[in-house]
């Protein structure tokens, strides 16, 4: 039987998820780092696992982030994202987290957003 290629893509990149999610998990020492990329926006969130709280979280939709950006979906927004959420890392004095980088590959946005906050002294 023939099926759909998005269907293949969409139960290949949960197969991909719940792959990662038995390696990777945080705690309230070290969260988990997760990035989320539309196609048109970033979002972002660091969540303990444990407790099963979010802890701090950060988007290109809030104004505080939009009203700098001249686009939502480049690279420059990512770099932004990651300033944020690295300064509203700081203000829970959290200095280490788990990066779950999701199904995506470690280049272009997410790895802009990745090194944007580790020059913000948040280590990975």
């Known amino acids: 039987m023939i099926k759909a290629k998005y269907i293949v893509k969409k139960k ?7 792959t990662i999610r038995k390696v990777i998990s945080g705690d ?7 990035i989320f990329r539309s196609n048109k926006y970033l979002y972002s969130q660091v969540y303990d696992d444990v407790n099963g709280k979010v802890l ?6 809030e104004k505080e982030v939009k009203s700098k950006l001249k686009s939502t979906k480049d690279k420059e927004a990512a770099k932004i994202m990651g300033e944020v959420i690295a300064d ?20 272009g946005r997410v790895k802009v957003f990745a090194d944007s906050a580790r020059e913000k002294g948040i280590k990975f």
């Open 28 to 34: 309230s020492k070290k969260p988990r780092l997760i």
């Open 12 to 18: 290949r990149s949960t197969r991909l998820r719940k």
């Open 88 to 107: 509203r890392l700081k203000k829970l004095k959290i200095k280490e987290v788990v990066f779950d980088r999701n199904i995506y590959s470690f280049s």
């Open 56 to 61: 701090a979280h950060a988007s290109t939709l």
